[in-house]
């Protein structure tokens, strides 16, 4: 079965400075994709960024970057130069090659103080 | 263009009641999802369907009932509705056979039963 973690339930992050959001991922399927969404207080899920297992670089998207580590099965988010409307809770998910649904974490609520 | 619809946004009904939720989506996916996001944020994948056909089912109670009649719909219709329906509801679409397959999310439903 497949199980997604995150363990920090909230972070503060000063304005302008970077951010690591953790997320480690558990599944026996070599193939996968990782998602970072963001979900502002509004309530829609917005994509960030995606990671395939297979991807030899980690991926970026503007501010955002994921930090993988196949190996330790992490799939950290990494904001830079943080903003007011960076905070949100964002959620890592996992898709595996046969479901395709997504499997989420319990999400990260993140506060840019200013 | 909104990609991802749903009707309504907010669903407020009595106990015992029957309501449904319309999710419709204008990118030319193949498969459609119906997500549930409790109290505490927690996202949990409900049903998928791939060109009309159920793929996923969760355990989920037999109140709770899919329905598609082309690939670019999928209705949640629920029955004799529970406090424990409460929730936000979302749908969502990819392409299946992607290797991206990022999912899109509608703007979620609201569902509050009295």
């Known amino acids: 079965a497949q199980k997604i973690t995150q363990t920090q339930p909230g972070m503060f992050v000063q304005e302008k400075e970077a951010v690591t959001l953790d997320c480690t991922y558990d599944?026996?399927?070599?193939?996968?994709?990782l998602f970072w969404y963001k979900q502002p207080s509004s309530g829609e899920m917005i994509f960030l960024i995606y990671q395939g297992s297979y991807d030899q670089q980690n991926a970026t998207e503007g501010r955002y970057s994921l930090n993988f580590q196949k190996a330790r099965k992490s799939a950290n988010l990494v904001i830079s130069a943080s903003q007011l409307g960076d905070s949100a809770m964002y959620f890592c998910a996992m898709r595996d090659t046969g479901r395709r649904a997504l499997t989420f974490g319990s999400g990260t609520r993140l506060q840019v103080q200013p | 263009d909104t990609a991802v619809s749903q009707t309504p946004k907010y669903l407020v009904t009595q106990m015992g009641n029957d309501k449904s939720i319309k999710c419709e989506q204008n990118l030319g996916h193949d498969t459609m999802y119906w997500y549930k996001q409790d109290s505490k944020k927690f996202l949990k994948i409900m049903f998928s369907?791939?060109?009309?056909?159920?793929?996923i089912n969760e355990t989920v109670p037999n109140r709770f009932s899919p329905k598609s009649p082309d690939k670019a719909h999928l209705n949640l219709h629920i029955n004799s509705l529970e406090l424990g329906d409460s929730a936000v509801y979302f749908c969502?679409?990819?392409?299946?056979?992607?290797?991206?397959?990022?999912?899109?999310f509608g703007p979620g439903t609201r569902l509050t039963v009295l």
């Open positions: 369907y791939n060109n009309k056909e159920l793929i």
């Open positions: 599944t026996s399927d070599p193939s996968y994709g």
């Open positions: 969502a679409s990819s392409q299946r056979f992607s290797s991206y397959n990022e999912q899109f």
